[in-house]
């Protein structure tokens, strides 16, 4: 009988032992589970201050700020103290659409348009004279040679040709040119 409850002694003490190891197991898991999730939320603070920081959240990046401090002022781009007048986008819809004649098939042009402006009058005149701007887009769109259109030189030369009509409109009507570039926000040929 003195066997059977040193077997029944060590059993319990089995028992123990196990239930000591699976405690420690468990005990184990929870501060490895607090661990990966201390990290995890540190990798999440840390990934969105840099993301905020990037798309320009924090202003304080003194490099940036002394690089463009030296930086000399440009003619027409800058107020009298040096800092850069604040651009102005204007898309001019909806889109322009031309249609050309090429050894007797059909073609068509259809550009979407963009201009940009240091003046916020220039915007308000251009709205003023749209429908005089969009009919000589419309003309010297209609004016162009279709095969020209197909090289990155004729489209550059489309986009001079038409920043000086645009501009020539605003120079007549109001004195001062206004817009300083155009862009191609969209030009599909077929």
Do not use: C
């Amino acid at each position: 009988m003195a066997e059977k409850e040193d077997r029944e002694d060590g059993a319990e003490d089995e028992d123990d032992a196990a239930q000591a190891i699976e405690a420690a197991a468990r005990k184990k898991k929870i501060i490895m589970l607090a661990v990966i999730g201390v990290v995890l939320l540190a990798l999440a603070g840390g990934g969105t201050w840099f993301g905020l920081r990037m798309l320009g959240g924090d202003k304080s990046a003194p490099a940036e700020e002394a690089a463009h401090a030296e930086e000399p002022a440009k003619e027409g781009e800058h107020g009298q103290e040096g800092e850069a007048k604040k651009a102005f986008y204007e898309a001019l819809d909806p889109a322009f659409l031309a249609n050309y004649t090429v050894g007797g098939r059909q073609h068509y042009l259809q550009v979407s348009l963009a201009v940009l402006t240091r003046e916020e009058e220039a915007l308000t005149a251009l709205k003023t004279h749209m429908p005089l701007v969009r009919n000589r887009i419309v003309l010297l769109l209609s004016g162009e040679v279709f095969e020209q259109l197909q090289s990155d030189e004729g489209r550059v030369q489309l986009q001079q040709k038409l920043l000086a009509a645009i501009q020539e409109i605003l120079q007549k009507e109001t004195g001062k040119p206004g817009i300083d570039q155009v862009f191609f926000t969209g030009f599909v040929m077929q």
